[in-house]
């Protein structure tokens, strides 16, 4: 395929301004097995999030007696892409994904708290649309708080990216392939620390530094949609049961 033309007269080709976001919904407590979890659509992303533990690390010799390892899976399913996915089984990116979403939540969760144990994390792409390592990530940070794992803060993630001059947030897949910049980046909110950043492409300084605004400026949104989430159930009861719900 050409190059699509990605901007005209100021717009995206989904219609949205360069700052804006793709609608986000998060539901929690949809795998009844897993410690906790979580169902996002992020644009035309669906992706699942379920983490299982602290559990005894298996094979004991895994186990650090120091703290909890993580593990994380990403994977896509066959059907999620239009795209021919090739042979089953994790592939080179999936595997890469998988090992950067680790290093986010060792980072952030208080893995000293859970000596010789494991803390497992699946991600399910069920359909892809450009953005699914930073879905994964924001989706898994709530299945995670909703396990009540302890961290040391929500993390979220979302890409930016360069379109000629034009820095722009959150590309869908089209802008993905055809953008000249895409940087995904996943932040603690409460001191802006940086878990994860990524780069395709290049950025100057300047435009570094505005990718950087956006993205803090979109974290506000999807902070707030990850805790509403969160709340939600409890907020349920609360709604049902009136001050009897102490
Ligand atoms: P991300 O989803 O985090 O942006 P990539 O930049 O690697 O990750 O991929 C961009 C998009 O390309 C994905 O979201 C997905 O829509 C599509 N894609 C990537 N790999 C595959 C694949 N193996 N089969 C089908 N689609 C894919």
Known sequence: MEKPQLIVNGLRLDGRKPDELRPIKIETDIIKNASGSAYMEWGNNKVIAAVYGPKEALPKHTGDP??????????????SSLEEHGRSGPN???????????????NIILVENFPRSEIDIFIEILQADGGTRAAGITAAAVA???SGIPMRDIPYAVSAGRVGDTVIIDLNKLEDNYSDADMPVAIAPRNNEILLMQMDGGLTREQFKKALEMIKNAGKVITKIQREAIKKPYEDLINKYGAKYE
Do not use: G
């Not at 080179?92 to 060792?106: D, G, H, M, N, P």
């Open 66 to 79: 120091e703290k909890a390892i993580i593990k994380c899976v990403y994977s896509m399913t066959p059907f």
């Open 144 to 146: 995670l708080a909703t």
């Open 92 to 106: 080179r990116r999936a595997i890469e994904i998988s090992k950067v979403t680790k290093e986010v939540f060792e």
